[in-house]
C-alpha cells in the first residue's frame, strides 16, 4: 500500500491570493498612519495610557528592562536581521543560483528601510519623553523600525521555505520563531519606552504589506518568465 510522504511541500502561492493578503493589509495600515498623522485624539490617549504603564513596569524592574536592551539591540536588531536576510540572499545564489529571487529578496528588505525611513521623516511622530528614561532612541517615532524590518525579514524567510517546500516540523519551528521575533522585537520597543504602542503595530502591518507585495509581483511577473515555476527544479539542463 502506498501512503503519502509526511512532510509534501504545500502549494506556493499564486498571485491573486497575494495580491488579496496585500489589499487585505493595506487598508488598516493606511488608515493607521492617517490616523497617526493627524493626531486622532482617541489613538493617542491609547497609546499614552499603554505607554506610561509600560514606563513604570520598566522603571521597577530592572531585570526585565536589561533583557529587553540586550534582545532589541543585537538579537533583533534591525542589522542583525539584515545580516540574515544577506545569509539568505547567498544561499540562494550559491547553492540554487536563483539569481531573481534573491535579487527580489535583497531588493524587499532595502524597500522596507527606504519605506520606514521616508515614512518616519513624513509623519514626523515625536517619541516618548520620560523624566526617568530606561533607553533612548534616535529619529523620528512612526513607524517602528525594529517592528517593521523584523516583519519583512521573517516573511520572507517564511516564503522562502515555502518556496523551497522545506519539511513541516521546519516550517513550524521557523514560523514559531519568526512570531516570537516579530511580536518580541515590537513588545521591547513599547517597554523601553522609545516607541508609541501603534508604532509597532504600523511597523508590523507595513512590513507585512511589503512581503504580501513582493509575493504577489513575483509570482506574477517574475516565477512565468524564469520558466521554472518551482524553484527547487534544477537549473542544469
Known amino acids: ?48 495610557d499603554i505607554a506610561r504603564t509600560t514606563h513604570t513596569w520598566a522603571v521597577e524592574e530592572p531585570g526585565v528592562t536589561q533583557a529587553s536592551r540586550i534582545l532589541t539591540d543585537w538579537v533583533w536588531d534591525p542589522w542583525t536581521m539584515r545580516v540574515v536576510c544577506a545569509v539568505a540572499v547567498v544561499w540562494l545564489v550559491w547553492i540554487h ?12 528588505c532595502a524597500l522596507g528601510t527606504l519605506a520606514q525611513q521616508g515614512l518616519k521623516s513624513a509623519v514626523g511622530r515625536e517619541r516618548p519623553v520620560w523624566p526617568d528614561p530606561v533607553d533612548s532612541a534616535d529619529y523620528e517615532a512612526f513607524p517602528s523600525g525594529h517592528a517593521l524590518t523584523a516583519m519583512v525579514v521573517c516573511g520572507l524567510l517564511l516564503w522562502l521555505l515555502h518556496l523551497y517546500g522545506a519539511g513541516r516540523a521546519l516550517r513550524r519551528t521557523a514560523s514559531a520563531l519568526a512570531v516570537v521575533s516579530a511580536v518580541g522585537v515590537g513588545l521591547t520597543r513599547v517597554w523601553l519606552g522609545v516607541h508609541w504602542p501603534s508604532d509597532v503595530v504600523g511597523g508590523w502591518l507595513i512590513g507585512a504589506l511589503l512581503v504580501a507585495l513582493a509575493v504577489a509581483s513575483y509570482e506574477r511577473w517574475i516565477a512565468p518568465g524564469t520558466g521554472r515555476l518551482d524553484p527547487r527544479e534544477s537549473t542544469d539542463p
Open 1 to 48: 500500500m502506498h501512503s503519502p510522504p509526511v512532510d509534501s511541500p504545500s502549494q506556493r502561492p499564486g498571485p491573486r491570493t497575494a495580491a488579496l493578503t496585500a489589499a487585505a493589509l493595506a487598508v488598516p495600515a493606511l488608515l493607521l498612519l492617517l490616523l497617526v498623522a493627524f493626531s486622532w485624539h482617541p489613538l493617542l490617549a491609547v497609546d499614552g
Open 97 to 108: 543560483s536563483a539569481w531573481w529571487l534573491a535579487l527580489w529578496v535583497a531588493a524587499t
